[in-house]
């Protein structure tokens, strides 16, 4: 496994914090639902970083079709036998030229990563977190649960204090097939709720139909959503979340060509404190922003 640790651009004058550029092979790597596979490598330095939310760089190793890489969220931190962190997962959907290709990578093959990038999900204390995931959304949804309950610590940090007293999670998808990681997920959150576009599992509908009712109980309870997925869903989400005065963070999923804020092909449009928008870089601002502030297309 081949380093280089690298600083990504900054606007401001102040450097981000660092990345890694790591050629690695793949330790691991299976489909998990219809379409959606989880590729795992051991990055011991990714491991012991990456906080819930950040994501990653990927690209296969001598490949130049396509040359650039995808980003991919951090969906889950392994140790090794010592009990220290030691691997990373991602997850992907395959559609389009290079996730064909990534699937059709095995474990030993070559791929390229840099990361951990961007920001993360807040861990200020709430007593109801909601999660909404749609699509490959969920992929940072594991670990923001299992942080959130004081189930596992991330980064350098190895505080395992909870910062939610309930988790739920919200998972939208077309039909039951497209549902992944669902064991994980019971397991890391309080409660699940689903909702498929056929009705072949859970709710029929969409995600936001089994929203609202968690909005609806408790009203004297604090509640936090973060959200990830379509962004038509996450413009609805944040548009229930102001309706009901909660807080709504949301993890953009705009296309990326560098990760680190050198070629603005991730722009989007937020809203600045005078009312006025600007363009922001996903990859370095970014992904998470709160959904207030974007002005959605």
Request: some cysteine; aromatic content about 8%.
């Given at each position: ?153 991330f980064g350098t940090d ?122 922001k870089r996903t990859c ?14």
């Amino acid at each position: 496994m081949n380093s280089t640790t690298l600083a990504p651009a900054s606007t401001t004058g102040v450097c981000s914090p660092r990345f890694e550029f790591v050629s690695t092979q793949i330790c691991r790597h299976r489909v998990i639902a219809k379409d959606t596979w989880q590729l795992t490598v051991a990055i011991p330095a990714f491991a012991r970083r990456t906080l819930p939310g950040q994501f990653f760089m990927v690209r296969i190793a001598g490949a130049n079709d396509p040359l650039i890489g995808r980003a991919f969220a951090l969906y889950d931190v392994h140790d090794g036998a010592d009990g220290k962190p030691e691997a990373i997962s991602v997850v992907y959907i395959v559609k389009g030229k290079f996730t064909r290709a990534l699937s059709q990578c095995v474990a030993g093959d070559q791929v390229e990563i840099w990361g951990p990038l961007g920001n993360h999900f807040s861990t200020s204390p709430v007593e109801h977190l909601i999660l909404v995931a749609g699509g490959v959304g969920q992929t940072p949804m594991l670990t923001t649960a299992l942080a959130a309950l004081g189930k596992r610590a991330f980064g350098t940090d190895s505080c395992t204090e909870a910062y939610a007293k309930r988790v739920s999670l919200c998972y939208g998808a077309r039909n039951r097939e497209y549902l992944a990681g669902l064991p994980e997920f019971q397991s890391a959150c309080s409660d699940v709720h689903i909702a498929t576009e056929d009705g072949s599992i859970g709710v029929s509908g969409r995600v936001t139909d089994v929203l609202v009712p968690l909005l609806e109980e408790n009203p004297s309870s604090s509640k936090r959503i973060v959200c990830c997925g379509p962004e038509p869903m996450m413009r609805a989400v944040s548009q229930i979340a102001a309706r009901y005065s909660v807080p709504c963070e949301v993890s953009l999923e705009t296309p990326m060509a560098c990760g680190i804020g050198i070629c603005f092909t991730c722009v989007a449009k937020v809203r600045q404190e005078d009312g006025e928008w600007d363009y922001k870089r996903t990859c370095i601002d970014g992904p998470i922003f709160p959904g207030d502030t974007i002005v959605w297309e």
